[in-house]
């Protein structure tokens, strides 16, 4: 689904123009890169959370210049759904359907 779609999907839900959405979508993903950047994590009950990974530093080769290189401790945003979440997805007809399509 992409942007628009999900636009589309939410305006007809909802009966809000797609302006009104377009703004909304936008406003949350600013503020979840905002608060992200600022080393919060945001959780949303139901849904899943928004949190920040941490990666340690390690040792990495740059094969064209083959040299080492050290790649220093970050963190990375990750998301992790809820329970109620999984559960949806795992029990979703189509999900199954989609899987056995793509394993023929």
């Known amino acids: ?5 999900l636009v589309a999907s939410l305006s007809d839900q909802t009966g809000m123009g797609k302006e009104e959405i377009v703004l909304v979508i936008n406003a949350f993903t600013e503020t979840v890169r905002k608060e992200m950047a600022s080393g919060n994590e945001i959780y949303i009950r139901g849904f899943g ?20 290189i050290v ?12 329970k109620d979440f999984i559960e949806v997805v795992k029990s979703s007809k189509k999900v199954l359907e989609k899987m056995q399509g793509s394993e023929r």
């Open 1 to 5: 689904m992409t942007k628009a779609e």
């Open 49 to 68: 959370s928004f949190i920040l990974k941490k990666r340690a530093t390690k040792t990495a080769r740059n094969i064209k210049a083959d040299e080492l």
């Open 71 to 82: 790649i220093p401790e970050h963190y990375t945003p990750q998301f992790r759904p809820s």
